[in-house]
């Protein structure tokens, strides 16, 4: 879950729980199951030698699970009302199960010994007994001291409504209240060996934070733990649930939370998938295979084929999902936005702005923007000329000297201003280069 009331409030008692159901994978250095009565979620992972239990599984919530969001807000099923505390969700599909304690339903489960595979119906979360109308799947395998996951959601929903994007967790991560260290790096010189940043703050509100170089961890006062590596995405939320020394086990509420953030529009018909890798162990391992993983990334570059790779549209409408070899966005306000996903660059090494697209307007006034790493800093911004009318094509812009673009930045944001309802932008592709 993302909210910051998730996992709070819950003295009570978890709901009542179906004895587990359990397949595992195991290496020499790692061993990681998933419960079959609760959607094939992650509720086990140990790492060697060590031997503690990592995931906190006090209710359905918690694991290390798959959770989507979108509108409604409420969401409301044939008159079934959400949860007074889940409200604020909206749709909420959950790996695990809802906050009832009614489990997902397992449609298939296949273990070969090298990977696990499961395709379910999850639960929505605010909602008791009202399953979901998508499917979910993951694969997970053992790579060394490692465990990749990769996700998908496909989406069948009769509500073909257009909603704004929301924050989805890639994925939810739960671990043991012993875990209660945050610890990532979050400067602007990723991979250069530069100081972490560590804290303790369970809130609520969870934090938001930047992690730069596409891991973070939560750890114990030893500095040991579980690592989670998301090349999606640099922005990440941070929280926990106290608790006694004596209660911080596996079906204890003390809990610390983390998940790396996406924004994105979950379309009646997506099919969205998603990967990122477990690590249990030091924070000096966990950054070395991450740095290792991470060799080679570029600047970023997009090329709108099928998907809109993690941009986010304002102001505008386009035709859902697959793309047609563009992106085209038909204006319902003065301004259409299109906001990049949160990465990273540095600023000298991206001098050159590489757009190619179709203004179908009469006029082609692009306000570009950026966002720098440092919440301090203010959102820079120029306006540049795009050509209207004929065909796709491309235009090539110079940011060097632009007056804020300087340092680490992590999203870009094109807005196409002065519009009249009904004008439209095709946009093929959008890249940064030296």
Same mark, same amino acid.
């Given at each position: 879950?993302? #909210?910051?009331?998730?996992?709070?409030?819950?003295?009570?008692?978890?709901?009542?729980?179906?004895?587990?159901?359990?397949?595992? *994978?195991? +290496?020499?250095?790692?061993?990681?199951?998933?419960?079959?009565?609760?959607?094939?979620?992650?509720?086990?992972?140990?790492?060697?030698?060590?031997?503690?239990?990592?995931?906190?599984?006090?209710?359905?919530?918690? =694991?290390? =699970?798959?959770?989507?969001?979108?509108?409604?807000? %409420?969401?409301?099923?044939?008159?079934?009302?959400?949860?007074?505390?889940?409200k604020?969700?909206?749709? +909420?599909?959950?790996?695990s199960?809802? /906050? !009832?304690? +009614?489990?997902?339903?397992?449609?298939?489960?296949?273990? #070969?010994?090298?990977?696990?595979?499961?395709?379910?119906?999850?639960?929505? @979360?605010?909602?008791?007994?009202?399953?979901?109308?998508?499917?979910?799947? #993951?694969?997970?395998?053992?790579?060394?001291?490692?465990?990749?996951v990769?996700?998908?959601?496909? +989406?069948?929903?009769?509500?073909?409504?257009?909603?704004?994007?929301?924050?989805?967790?890639? %994925?939810?991560?739960?671990?043991?209240?012993?875990?209660?260290?945050?610890?990532?790096?979050?400067?602007?010189? %990723?991979?250069?060996?530069?100081?972490?940043?560590?804290?303790?703050?369970?809130?609520?509100?969870?934090?938001?934070?930047?992690?730069?170089?596409?891991?973070?961890?939560?750890?114990?006062?030893?500095?040991?733990?579980?690592?989670?590596?998301?090349?999606?995405?640099t922005? /990440?939320?941070?929280?926990?649930? %106290?608790?006694?020394? !004596?209660?911080?086990?596996?079906?204890?509420?003390?809990?610390?939370y983390?998940?790396?953030?996406?924004?994105?529009?979950?379309?009646?018909?997506?099919?969205?998938?998603?990967?990122?890798?477990?690590?249990?162990?030091?924070?000096?391992?966990?950054r070395?295979?991450?740095?290792?993983?991470?060799?080679?990334?570029?600047?970023?570059?997009?090329?709108?084929?099928?998907?809109?790779?993690?941009?986010?549209?304002?102001?505008?409408?386009?035709? $859902?999902?697959?793309?047609?070899? !563009? @992106?085209?966005?038909?204006?319902?306000?003065?301004?259409?936005?299109?906001?990049?996903?949160? &990465?990273? /660059?540095?600023?000298?090494?991206?001098?050159?702005?590489?757009? #190619?697209? *179709?203004?179908?307007?009469? =006029?082609?006034?692009?306000?570009?923007? @950026?966002?720098?790493?440092?919440?301090?800093?203010?959102?820079?911004? &120029?306006?540049?000329?795009m050509?209207?009318?004929?065909?796709?094509?491309?235009?090539?812009?110079?940011?060097?000297?632009?007056?804020?673009?300087?340092?680490?930045?992590?999203?870009?944001?094109?807005?196409?201003? !002065?519009?009249?309802? $009904?004008?439209?932008?095709e946009?093929?592709?959008?890249?940064?280069?030296p």
């Open positions: 879950m993302i #909210s910051a009331d998730l996992s709070v409030g819950r003295s009570c008692g978890a709901p009542p729980r179906l004895e587990p159901e359990m397949s595992f *994978l195991e +290496n020499d250095k790692i061993k990681v199951g998933v419960d079959l009565r609760m959607g094939g979620s992650i509720t086990s992972l140990v790492g060697k030698p060590d031997g503690r239990e990592l995931i906190n599984n006090f209710d359905h919530g918690r =694991q290390v =699970q798959m959770s989507f969001y979108s509108g409604p807000i %409420p969401f409301v099923f044939n008159g079934k009302q959400p949860h007074p505390a889940w604020g969700l909206g749709w +909420n599909p959950v790996q199960g809802d /906050w !009832a304690g +009614n489990a997902a339903r397992v449609l298939e489960h296949r273990n #070969s010994g090298a990977e696990m595979y499961t395709r379910l119906v999850p639960m929505q @979360w605010p909602l008791d007994g009202v399953e979901g109308d998508c499917e979910l799947e #993951s694969w997970i395998q053992l790579e060394a001291k490692s465990v990749h990769r996700c998908k959601l496909t +989406n069948r929903r009769e509500d073909k409504a257009f909603y704004q994007a929301r924050h989805q967790e890639l %994925p939810a991560v739960y671990v043991n209240g012993e875990f209660a260290r945050a610890v990532t790096y979050a400067g602007d010189k %990723p991979f250069t060996g530069g100081a972490l940043s560590e804290w303790v703050d369970p809130g609520p509100p969870w934090k938001t934070f930047s992690a730069t170089e596409h891991w973070a961890a939560m750890i114990d006062a030893k500095g040991w733990g579980l690592g989670v590596w998301q090349p999606a995405s922005i /990440w939320k941070q929280g926990g649930v %106290p608790g006694e020394p !004596a209660k911080q086990g596996t079906r204890d509420n003390s809990t610390g983390l998940a790396p953030i996406a924004l994105e529009h979950i379309d009646h018909n997506i099919q969205y998938e998603y990967e990122f890798r477990l690590v249990p162990g030091t924070v000096k391992e966990i070395s295979l991450v740095q290792f993983w991470e060799k080679g990334r570029g600047l970023p570059q997009y090329k709108f084929e099928g998907t809109r790779l993690g941009w986010t549209l304002r102001g505008g409408v386009d035709g $859902g999902l697959p793309l047609q070899g !563009a @992106w085209r966005v038909q204006a319902q306000s003065p301004v259409i936005v299109l906001d990049g996903p949160f &990465t990273f /660059w540095r600023a000298e090494g991206a001098l050159t702005l590489k757009i #190619s697209a *179709l203004v179908k307007a009469q =006029q082609g006034r692009l306000r570009v923007a @950026w966002k720098s790493i440092s919440s301090e800093e203010p959102e820079g911004s &120029t306006v540049f000329e050509p209207v009318g004929g065909v796709i094509r491309e235009s090539s812009f110079s940011l060097k000297g632009l007056p804020g673009y300087k340092g680490g930045l992590q999203r870009l944001s094109l807005r196409f201003e !002065a519009l009249k309802a $009904g004008e439209s932008v946009v093929e592709s959008v890249r940064l280069e």
